[in-house]
């Protein structure tokens, strides 16, 4: 399992990453721009652009893990994590804008020939320092993230890959207008448009998959299932599901459990389910755990179930003027039916006529009943 580190370091490590970030994004915003503009080269400030929204996206991050570092209150029980997804919604959509608004100015430069920029030689070093800056950025982006397994850190950490690869771009078209190819620059331009436009959409698609509770990979659905086979006491899995709330994963889980055990048994190995699946798996959180006492496949639909109290009321007509004498009973819900247990208190072992009329009256209140499908008499050890 990775280190575990509470949510205010979590919190703390992602606010430095992301400052760090927001730094480097102003000073190769504004040398970008700034040289693309003085340079000549559409690519350049195209990738500037780029850079201005890592900025925007460091800023929604920052606003995001706050809002989503916040405790569950009462109107928020699972907590505030979705913040950060619904902030990675408007990130990524932010990104496919301005991917627009690059593409689209190209396109009337080159309705205009006389607008296209010519880029001049400088171009090439700004893009040669935006490609360490933004790979440097990348990797110590993605470190944290990995420890403090943040979704929206990781989508920042990849933004800042793509705008080291724009920025490769970027040099490969600058070089090629020096060389004479005038269309370059501006071509170069638009597969930077392209790969924030690309970027922008996954972010929209993965985040709208979480908002409408989309379950987690299959592989690690099985990972989870075959974990919770293998703990003892636990029959088998009829229902498994799971979603995702920020980077956290929720599951909920109905295990069939031995029919026969006690209600404290079955909560004990619900309990080790939660707890063994929260310690195997670093993104789960909170398991939720139903114990049922038989298979889906055997589990039939209890048209107006019988309840204790009218189990109690059937005892009292059958047994009549020996109600009084029984110890307690036991209800097992079992195929559609009910396997009453009748207790006796051991001091009436000697009694043998008042038993023998309690388990007649028994047999006759299973044979009436048509829910009950037996009534077992036993003594109370």
């Not at 009694?351 to 309690?358: A, D, G, K, P």
């Amino acid at each position: 399992m990775a280190e575990t580190y509470d949510a205010q370091q979590i919190a703390k490590s992602k606010n430095r990453a992301t400052i760090v970030g927001a730094l480097v994004n102003v000073f190769l915003t504004i040398i970008k721009i700034g040289f693309g503009i003085v340079g000549q080269s559409a690519a350049l400030i195209a990738d500037g652009v780029h850079s201005l929204s890592d900025l925007a996206s460091d800023m929604l991050v920052l606003i995001a893990v706050k809002l989503g570092a916040r405790e569950a209150d009462h109107d928020h029980p699972y907590g505030h994590r979705r913040f950060e997804t619904i902030a990675t919604v408007v990130l990524g959509l932010g990104l496919i804008a301005i991917a627009a608004g690059i593409v689209w100015d190209i396109f009337e430069r080159m309705q205009n020939p006389e607008r296209m920029l010519i880029p001049q030689a400088s171009a090439l070093g700004i893009a040669a320092i935006s490609i360490l800056a933004n790979e440097w950025l990348y990797q110590y982006t993605k470190r944290v993230a990995m420890v403090t397994r943040s979704k929206l850190l990781m989508a920042n950490a990849w933004h800042h890959r793509s705008d080291a690869i724009s920025s490769i771009v970027v040099l490969i078209g600058v070089a090629g207008s020096l060389l004479g190819y005038v269309w370059a620059d501006a071509v170069a331009a638009v597969l930077v448009a392209i790969m924030v436009a690309k970027i922008g959409t996954n972010l929209v698609s993965d985040s709208i998959k979480e908002l409408v509770d989309t379950g987690l990979p299959e592989g690690l659905v099985e990972d989870i299932r075959s974990e919770i086979i293998a703990i003892n006491g636990v029959k088998d899995i009829h229902l498994l599901r799971t979603r995702l709330m920020g980077e956290d994963a929720l599951v909920d889980a109905h295990i069939v459990v031995d029919s026969r055990i006690t209600v404290s048994e079955g909560h004990m190995i619900a309990d080790v389910v939660r707890d063994v699946l929260i310690e195997e798996f670093d993104d789960v959180q909170d398991v939720l755990v139903h114990v049922d006492p038989e298979s889906e496949e055997n589990e039939q639909v209890f048209a107006n179930k019988l309840l204790r109290q009218d189990i109690d009321n059937y005892l009292k007509e059958y047994l009549a003027e020996n109600y009084p004498l029984i110890d307690s009973f036991r209800i097992h819900y079992l195929k559609g039916k009910v396997e009453l247990e009748v207790v006796l208190p051991h001091t009436m072992f000697s009694l043998s006529q008042q038993v023998e009329t309690i388990k007649k009256r028994c047999q006759i209140l299973a044979q009436d009943v048509d829910k009950i499908s037996s009534v077992v008499v036993f003594f109370k050890a």
